[in-house]
């Protein structure tokens, strides 16, 4: 096999892996999934962010990374454990990366903290599920 009949192989597979991952957040945005942001660790100053969609599975806001394969969810987020400890809009460096307008939640989870970020009319949703849970949820503004 020859050097182009290789690099052909290769490009093919990268386009497949790429229409792969555009037909999966299709999937999951016509199946009711938004778009939001995450990162893991909120002290990274304007790094570390991961773009996904987001769905609501009845107590569970499941969260797809969207440069994943995977078939499942990368993060679910209980909503008795989820706790919403500040509320920011976008620093310069993060604005590069994300919609304009959106806004950041730094969240709890009863195990680690994150932040999600989101447009206003998503924030909007998230937050009237997010009251919507039984007396025992735990919301701060």
Same mark, same amino acid.
């Given at each position: 096999?020859?050097?182009?009949?290789?690099?052909e $192989?290769?490009?093919?597979?990268?386009?497949?892996?790429?229409?792969a991952?555009?037909? =999966?957040?299709?999937?999951?945005?016509?199946?009711?999934?938004? &778009?939001?942001?995450l990162?893991?660790?909120p002290?990274?100053?304007?790094?570390?962010w991961h773009q996904?969609?987001? =769905?609501?599975?009845? &107590?569970?806001?499941?969260?797809?990374?969207?440069?994943?394969?995977?078939?499942?969810?990368?993060?679910?987020?209980?909503?008795?454990?989820?706790?919403?400890?500040?509320?920011?809009? $976008?620093?310069? +460096?993060?604005?590069?990366?994300?919609?304009?307008?959106?806004?950041?939640?730094?969240?709890?989870?009863?195990?680690?903290?994150? @932040?999600?970020?989101?447009?206003?009319?998503? $924030?909007?949703?998230?937050?009237?599920?997010? @009251?919507?849970?039984? +007396?025992?949820?735990?919301?701060?503004?």
């Open positions: 096999m020859g050097l182009a009949r290789i690099l $192989l290769v490009l093919l597979t990268g386009a497949l892996v790429i229409a991952l555009a037909l =999966r957040r299709l999937r999951l945005v016509r199946q009711g999934g938004i &778009d939001v942001a990162r893991t660790r002290k990274d100053a304007g790094r570390g996904g969609v987001g =769905r609501y599975q009845g &107590d569970g806001f499941a969260w797809f990374r969207v440069s994943s394969l995977r078939s499942g969810p990368d993060r679910v987020l209980d909503r008795d454990q989820l706790e919403i400890v500040e509320r920011r809009g $976008l620093t310069v +460096p993060e604005s590069y990366a994300m919609p304009s307008g959106a806004v950041v939640l730094r969240c709890r989870t009863g195990v680690d903290e994150l @932040e999600l970020a989101m447009r206003q009319d998503t $924030l909007t949703g998230f937050l009237s599920w997010l @009251e919507s849970a039984p +007396p025992s949820g735990r919301l701060r503004r």
